[in-house]
């Protein structure tokens, strides 16, 4: 599986972003879809997660209830939606794909090459 992450960019805080993970290769359906991000000087966090079927979904306490994922099956890609964006969320966001569905990312299999989300105050 070959995952492409986009959709960083630079944000005031208080804005909004869309990350998007598309797939090839392989079919996500399959699946546990994760992000994951990584800020300067630490270490790779988990943010969210969302089961193969897109019915279940869990967040890291510092995001939930201003991010959410989704999940198209039919077009192979999965989303992150990220509002009320915060300094402290500015990081490298990278997408992962896993057989089980747990927040370590050490059970993930593949990942992306991840997108820079910058957010200014």
């Known amino acids: 599986v070959q995952l492409q992450a986009s959709g960083g960019g630079l944000v005031q805080a208080g804005g909004s972003l869309r990350l998007s993970c598309a797939a090839s290769?392989?079919?996500?359906?399959?699946?546990?879809m994760g992000w994951f991000r990584q800020a300067p000087g630490k270490e790779r966090e988990f943010v969210a997660m969302?089961?193969?079927?897109?019915?279940?979904?869990y967040y890291a306490a510092s995001v939930k209830d201003r991010f959410t994922m989704s999940r198209d099956n039919a077009k192979n890609t999965v989303y992150l939606q990220m509002n009320s964006l915060k300094p402290e969320d500015t990081a490298v966001y990278y997408c992962?794909?896993?057989?089980?569905?747990?927040?370590?990312?050490?059970?993930?299999?593949?990942w992306g090459q991840g997108t820079l989300v910058t957010v200014s105050s």
């Open positions: 969302i089961g193969w079927s897109g019915s279940s979904t």
């Open positions: 992962a794909a896993g057989r089980d569905y747990t927040t370590p990312s050490s059970s993930y299999d593949y």
């Open positions: 290769g392989r079919t996500l359906s399959s699946y546990t």
